[in-house]
């Protein structure tokens, strides 16, 4: 079977590239690390692979708002990231990433308006959440089974113009990841959920599923060793994370 190719999009101040490559090579995909400006030089470079992934880090500073310019530039790739999405390539937004994609209007779909803000504590946070996961809608995840993952950010908070449009969102199995305390109950609380997002929002796919971002981070949790309990948990072969990674290949092959 041929292997899939994955594309990691790096910009100036992106800090998660590498762990992300290795994400996808430990999967079984064929990587390559790209700087936003060689694609915009050459858009269609993008044809030859079939996973798109923006990592994260604070693309271009954050200066004007996470992930804004790194949106801004995208715009100016719209046609080949179309065509790449039409022809069935999948695209990953990991924090800064999941930040990029929704503010270059890639997520959620459907028209609906929405936003990442500022953490309700009003400063960055870093620390391990556990998520619920929803199968069914796309190739990243399989299972409805909770993984915990590390996160780390100061504007995680998802937000859409209407509690009408969130409900919109859950009908359509679109919201994939949710934050949930120590009794699997999806949270708005601190610090089990470490931003507020209502209902709990941690990540959401496109209404094909191909497209998924998250705020935590699966590319630091490959190993089960990353784990800070990694003695105290049930044995493993891998972290929780590498299974969104495994899934995706799975379905290019």
């Not at 044809?47 to 923006?54: G, H, M, P």
């Not at 999405?85 to 308006?113: D, S």
């Not at 699997?184 to 209502?198: H, I, Q, V």
Request: hydrophobic share 40%; glycine share 12%; proline share 7%.
């Amino acid at each position: 079977m041929a292997q899939p190719r994955a594309l990691v999009l790096r910009a100036p101040g992106t800090n998660c590239d590498e762990e992300t490559a290795h994400a996808w090579e430990k999967a079984g995909a064929a990587v390559e690390v790209l700087h936003v400006h060689r694609l915009l030089e050459s858009p269609g470079y993008l044809a030859s692979f079939q996973v798109l992934t923006i990592p994260g880090g604070f693309s271009y500073g954050d200066d004007l708002g996470a992930g804004r310019i790194l949106a801004a530039r995208l715009g100016a790739l719209a046609d080949v990231l179309r065509d790449f999405h039409e022809r069935g390539g999948l695209t990953l937004g990991i924090c800064n990433g999941f930040q990029v994609l929704v503010k270059a209007g890639l997520l959620p779909g459907r028209a609906i308006k929405a936003t990442i803000t500022h953490n309700d504590s009003g400063h960055y946070e870093t620390r391990w959440v556990r998520l619920a996961t929803h199968s069914g809608v796309g190739p990243f995840v399989v299972d409805d089974e909770p993984i915990e993952l590390p996160s780390a950010h100061g504007e995680g908070k998802f937000l859409t113009a209407s509690e009408r449009d969130l409900t919109t969102l859950e009908a359509a199995g679109q919201v994939v990841f949710r934050y949930i305390d120590d009794q699997g109950r999806p949270t708005e609380t601190f610090p089990a959920n470490p931003n507020g997002s209502p209902r709990g929002v941690a990540g959401l796919c496109d209404p094909t599923g191909r497209i998924l971002g998250l705020m935590p981070h699966p590319e630091r949790f490959i190993d089960p060793l990353q784990h800070p309990q990694w003695t105290r948990r049930p044995s493993a072969n891998e972290g929780d994370g590498l299974r969104l990674f495994r899934n995706a290949v799975a379905a290019l092959r």
